[in-house]
C-alpha cells in the first residue's frame, strides 16, 4: 500500500484515477448484466425450448422465414398467414367515423396487420405477440415488430419526418411494466428509415385507466387532455413546426392517437402521422 502511495504522490491524477475505477466499475456491471441476461436464456432456452406465439409449435434453432428476426417468435406458416391491415385511406376513412363533429387531428394513419376477430384455417393472429410485448416483457419483439412496420411505411414512402413519437405511458405505468411497448416499436422503424426517435417532446400526465372494455365516447373521455409538453428542455421549440410519426402498438378507435395529435398540434407540429403495428 505505501508502494502505491508513494507512487501516486508523485502525480496530481487521483481524481482521474477515481473516474476511471468508476467508470470500470459501471461498464462490467452493464456488461455483466448483459451476460446474466444472455446466460438465464440461453438457460430458459434449454429448460423450455421456444415455441411459436401463435400456434404453439416448437420452434427448432437456427430457424428462419421471410420476416428475419420474428421468426424466434412466430412461425413461418402462422406469420404468412397473419392478415395485412388495410390501405392507409381505407383506416383513416374508417377512424375519421369515430370523430364525427371532433376534430381528426392525424393526418394519415397505417398499420402493419389486421388484428384476426376469429381464427379461421387461412389466418393466424398478431394477438398473442402484442400480449408477449405489453405484459411478458419480450421488448425485443416490440423492435422487431417495428421494423416489420418500418418496411411498409418505407414501401408507402412515409418516410419523411423529423421525429418518430412513441404515444407516452403514464411514469408511474412505465415503472410498473419496466418500459414503454411503443418506444421499442419506434426504435423498430427508426432501425429502416434512419430517423431519431423522441421520448421526450411530449408526455402522459394522467394516469388513465385501461381502456379495453371502454366504449368509444368512454376511450374518448377517457384520454382527452392526457398529454402535455415533455421535459426536453427545447421540446416546444422541437416541436414547433415539425413533421412528426405517432407509433403505437395497436390501433383501436384511434382516441389515445388522437388525443396525443392534439396536443402536437397545439404546441405547433405542422403535421402528425401515426402507424400501429396492428389495427384491431
Ligand atoms: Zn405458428
Known amino acids: 500500500m505505501n508502494f502505491f502511495r508513494e507512487f501516486f504522490k508523485n502525480f496530481d491524477c487521483k481524481s482521474e484515477i477515481y473516474t476511471f475505477v468508476v467508470n470500470f466499475t459501471l461498464q462490467n456491471l452493464r456488461y455483466n448484466k448483459v451476460m446474466l441476461r444472455l446466460l438465464y436464456d440461453s438457460f430458459l432456452g434449454m ?4 415455441k411459436c406465439l401463435a400456434c404453439e409449435s416448437l420452434i427448432p434453432e437456427n430457424y428462419s422465414h421471410g420476416s428475419g428476426g420474428l421468426a424466434e417468435y412466430i412461425c413461418g406458416r402462422c406469420f404468412d398467414r397473419l392478415p395485412p391491415a388495410p390501405h392507409p385511406h381505407d383506416i383513416l376513412s374508417g377512424v375519421a367515423k369515430n370523430f364525427q363533429g371532433d376534430t381528426l387531428a392525424i393526418h394519415s394513419l397505417a398499420a402493419r396487420f389486421q388484428r384476426a376477430e376469429r381464427i379461421g384455417s387461412d389466418s393466424s393472429s398478431i394477438t398473442p405477440l402484442l400480449y408477449a410485448l405489453k405484459y411478458h416483457g419480450m421488448q425485443r419483439l416490440g423492435r422487431l415488430l417495428g421494423q416489420e412496420l418500418g418496411h411498409l411505411l418505407l414501401v408507402l414512402g412515409a418516410n419523411a419526418y423529423d421525429a418518430i413519437i412513441p404515444v407516452p405511458i403514464h411514469s408511474a405505468r412505465e415503472r410498473e411494466r419496466g418500459y414503454n411497448q411503443s418506444k421499442h416499436i419506434a426504435d423498430g422503424i427508426a432501425d429502416i428509415l434512419y430517423l431519431p426517435v423522441e421520448t421526450r417532446w411530449i408526455r402522459r400526465h394522467t394516469y388513465t385507466l385501461s381502456q379495453t372494455n371502454f366504449s368509444r ?32 402498438d395497436i ?20 403535421r402528425v402521422d401515426a402507424a400501429t403495428v396492428a389495427k384491431a
Open 217 to 248: 365516447e368512454e376511450r374518448k373521455q377517457n384520454v382527452h387532455r392526457a398529454f402535455m409538453i415533455g421535459k426536453a428542455k427545447d421540446a416546444g421549440a422541437q416541436i414547433k413546426g415539425s413533421s412528426v410519426l405517432l407509433v403505437d
Open 47 to 50: 429448460l423450455a425450448p421456444r
Open 251 to 270: 390501433l383501436t378507435t384511434g382516441a389515445t392517437l388522437n388525443a396525443c395529435a392534439m396536443t402536437l398540434l397545439e404546441l405547433g407540429a405542422r
